[in-house]
Nanobody, 128 residues
Framework: QVQLVESGGGSVQAGGSLRLSCVVSGLPYNRKCVSWFRQAPGKGREGVAAVATGDSLTYTASSVKGRFTVSQDNAKNTVYLQMNSLKPEDTAMYYC?????????????????????WGQGTQVTVSS
């Protein structure tokens, strides 16, 4: 059974930092793409960052590049999203998603329909 469990969300002031964690179980450790998406109220789901766990290649959306970093710890089956210099517009529900792929070689990792497995989400709220 595949499970994705996120944690680490919370409330923070602008300029602060949070680290989200996603524990992935039931999928091969070296042949999957694990991504972070976010969805703010009234908006569509946006791909934020992804990691191809087999070769540790990472991809980051331009909207968060330089502030957010995705990483993995294969020994813990965990993917992290380190979020620095947070802004009020980063406020959203953050979801972890996974699929058996090499993140489509960076071409379409941000397309949510490509992912078969999703976590329940963790809320991030950034106040000004």
């Amino acid at each position: 059974q595949v499970q994705l469990v996120e944690s680490g969300g919370g409330s923070v002031q602008a300029g602060g930092s949070l680290r989200l964690s996603c524990v992935v179980s039931g999928l091969p450790y070296n042949r999957k793409c694990v991504s972070w998406f976010r969805q703010a109220p009234g908006k569509g789901r946006e791909g934020v960052a992804a990691v191809a766990t087999g070769d540790s290649l990472t991809y980051t959306a331009s909207s968060v590049k330089g502030r957010f970093t995705v990483s993995q710890d294969n020994a813990k089956n965990t993917v992290y999203l380190q979020m620095n210099s947070l802004k009020p517009e980063d406020t959203a529900m953050y979801y972890c998603a996974a699929s058996i792929d090499h993140c489509w070689y960076g071409r379409s990792w941000y397309e949510s329909p490509k992912y078969n497995y999703w976590g329940q989400g963790t809320q991030v709220t950034v106040s000004s």
